[in-house]
């Protein structure tokens, strides 16, 4: 049984110290769970009984490639219309609640775990169902089409149906629940969970040319971030540009786990936003 974080909103009260861990480096971020407060939150047109995290966007020296959303609809809200962009795939995973969510016109009841994924154009009504809040994770990229390459299929998944993949070496230490199968080049990102146990490890600096966002899902651990060691718990998001050394350690006591998305699949751009040619 799995515990996804989710943030709830709320302030802290006027006598909380203004010590936090929030930092933005020109090669990462952090954004903790504690500074994702009621006031920071957004409206979304389109949207009915709805507030949201957005924690990534593409902007000068942060991300290039995707946005991040938290999303928390109330019982009965949500959109006819949700995606606003053409051309834009999206992931949902659902962390509380139940969410029905329509791709290519067949509509999925998606509870904690459940994962959908929509090609540009097949995402449909996304509506909260039940008593409870829906709160789920909503990453939305630009599909980057590839010659003699089909365009994905809309699918829906359940994290507790699929095995995680142990790391080679790792005695299941260091795990990966991957919805999409890193050799079908269809698709150009992957969002997937990347688990580790106590004493489980990143036992070098990764560095490479995918951007990362991480949600932390479950637990705490020391991650790497460039030049920096960083504590982070459930809740707290971090954003790692290309080529950012990464590296982690999972101290315990109970397993590390986060929302991973990367840009893959490509060939890396020499025009257009974030490249050198114009």
Partial sequence: MSDYFAPTGGLPPQTALHTGRAVFTEA???IPRGVMSDIVTSLLPGWEGTRAWIIARPMTGFSETFSHYLMEVAPGGGSSAPEPEAGAEGVIFVTHGLLAVT????????GPGGYAYAPPGALGRVEARGSELARFHWVRK???PAPGVDAPAPFVADESAIAPLAMPGTEGRWATTR??????LRHDMHVNIVTFQPGGLIPFEETHVMEHGLYVLEGKAVYRLNRDWVEVEAGDYMWLRAFCP????????GRFRYLLYKDVNRHARLRGPGAFGR
């Fill in 28 to 30: 990462y971020a952090v």
């Fill in 103 to 110: 791709l290519g016109g067949s509509t999925h009841d998606l």
């Fill in 142 to 144: 630009l599909y980057e």
């Fill in 179 to 184: 919805f999409v199968d890193p050799a079908d």
């Fill in 246 to 253: 990464q590296a982690c350690y999972a101290g315990g006591p």
